[in-house]
T-cell receptor
Framework: DTGVSQDPRHKITKRGQNVTFRCDPI?????LYWYRQTLGQGPEFLTY????????KSRLLSDRFSAERPKGSFSTLEIQRTEQGDSAMYLC??????????????FGPGTRLTVL | QKEVEQNSGPLSVPEGAIASLNCTYS??????FFWYRQYSGKSPELIMS????GDKEDGRFTAQLNKASQYVSLLIRDSQPSDSATYLC??????????????FGQGTILTVHP
């Protein structure tokens, strides 16, 4: 399977704990995005990487959230001191920046986070 | 006004009928438009993309774009029960400082009943 992969698929944690999610994009894609989706809503943009550089971060993103993409390959999203409001599906997507691309993004299966 | 708005659902159609899903957007510089299908508990799956005014057909799906009216729609012909899902409209603009992030509507739930 050469699609976007995410790990873990489900995470249950207690309030105040730290969690980290991993995303492996499609191998030839240099753009990587993180989104968050809550029930009944469309995905909401969190942050964007082109290769290893984090070029955009949502103003809605708390300082408790941090993301990295070392070496421009996989990416991690860490949430520190989790709160119940962080419970959501965290989605990773990747796309190509080739001239022929119009920005189609392909999503991974997501990580469902539940904060107790 | 929300950046991307979809017609409120849920939408229920009989099997074999045409399902029509609508979306409007507020950012006039939006360049690319996408329809994603999302089954319950799953992640969004890209089913159509459109960049130019007019119609684009792919199998039973037709996307329509009208940039002057800031309107994009998705038609599903010969609807099947397997088409029952939430359909998400998404827009982006490339270049500048947007970096191609997608802005989504809230989604329209489609139910196709036998």
């Amino acid at each position: 399977d050469t699609g976007v992969s995410q790990d873990p698929r489900h995470k249950i944690t207690k309030r105040g704990q730290n969690v980290t999610f991993r995303c492996d994009p499609i191998s030839e894609h240099n753009r990587l995005y993180w989104y968050r989706q809550t029930l009944g809503q469309g995905p909401e943009f969190l942050t964007y990487f082109q290769n290893e550089a984090q070029l955009e971060k949502s103003r809605l993103l708390s300082d408790r959230f941090s993301a990295e993409r070392p070496k421009g390959s996989f990416s991690t999203l860490e949430i520190q001191r989790t709160e119940q409001g962080d419970s959501a599906m965290y989605l990773c997507a990747s796309s190509s920046s080739r001239v022929t691309s119009y920005g189609e993004q392909f999503f991974g299966p997501g990580t469902r986070l539940t904060v107790l | 006004q929300k950046e991307v708005e979809q017609n409120s659902g849920p939408l229920s159609v009989p099997e074999g009928a045409i399902a029509s899903l609508n979306c409007t957007y507020s950012d006039r510089v939006s360049q690319s438009f996408f329809w994603y299908r999302q089954y319950s508990g799953k992640s969004p799956e890209l089913i159509m993309s459109i960049y130019s005014n007019g119609d684009k057909e792919d199998g039973r799906f037709t996307a329509q774009l009208n940039k002057a009216s800031q309107y994009v729609s998705l038609l599903i012909r010969d609807s099947q029960p397997s088409d029952s899902a939430t359909y998400l409209c998404a827009v982006n603009r490339l270049g500048g400082t947007s970096y191609g992030k997608l802005t989504f509507g809230q989604g329209t739930i489609l139910t196709v009943h036998p």
